[in-house]
């Protein structure tokens, strides 16, 4: 199975962040990515800055026939689609769409790092994982996602 994390701390031209994060999943499923569970929505400060806007965040546990640097095209679409430009790192976002784990596989091409590479630090991927997937490990450590909170 694969997990996604979907966050968004800026309205767009589609409506607030809950909108954002909501025409993202959307496109994933008119992209042939099949959602089988969606967690709740979970807020959370902005990091490294929490004078920044909160961010929403969301995870979703699904399949997906084809390879993670496909994936990875498409969650890049979608991200410009709804209308993220190129900013500098941490800075506040309208879409950002992060593979988490692409069926337990471990890559890194292409500026594709799977499983990502900061996800076990990070509540905001890990509490959505744990709502949906309670059984999920990570590819690398195997440490269970209860443990990892």
């Known amino acids: 199975m694969i997990h996604l994390n979907i966050g968004s701390n800026l309205n767009s031209n589609f409506g607030n962040k809950f909108d954002n994060i909501s025409i993202a999943i959307k496109l994933l499923i008119e992209n042939k990515f099949d959602v089988k569970r969606v967690s709740n929505f979970y807020e959370t400060p902005s990091y490294p800055n929490k004078n920044l806007p909160n961010f929403l965040n969301v995870g979703i546990f ?14 890049s679409f979608i991200e410009k689609k709804i209308g ?4 500098k790192k941490n ?8 593979i ?22 990070r509540n905001f991927v890990l509490f959505p994982i744990s709502q949906i997937d309670p059984n999920w490990k990570h590819p690398i450590s ?4 209860n443990i990892l909170i």
């Open 91 to 98: 800075d506040p976002r309208v879409c950002d769409i992060d």
């Open 142 to 145: 195997k440490i269970n996602v």
């Open 100 to 121: 988490i784990d692409f069926n337990g596989e471990t890559i890194n091409i292409d500026n594709l790092t799977i499983p990502h590479k900061k996800c076990h630090q």
């Open 62 to 75: 699904g399949k997906f026939t084809k390879n993670a640097k496909e994936l990875r095209n498409i969650t």
């Open 84 to 87: 993220r430009a190129k900013t």
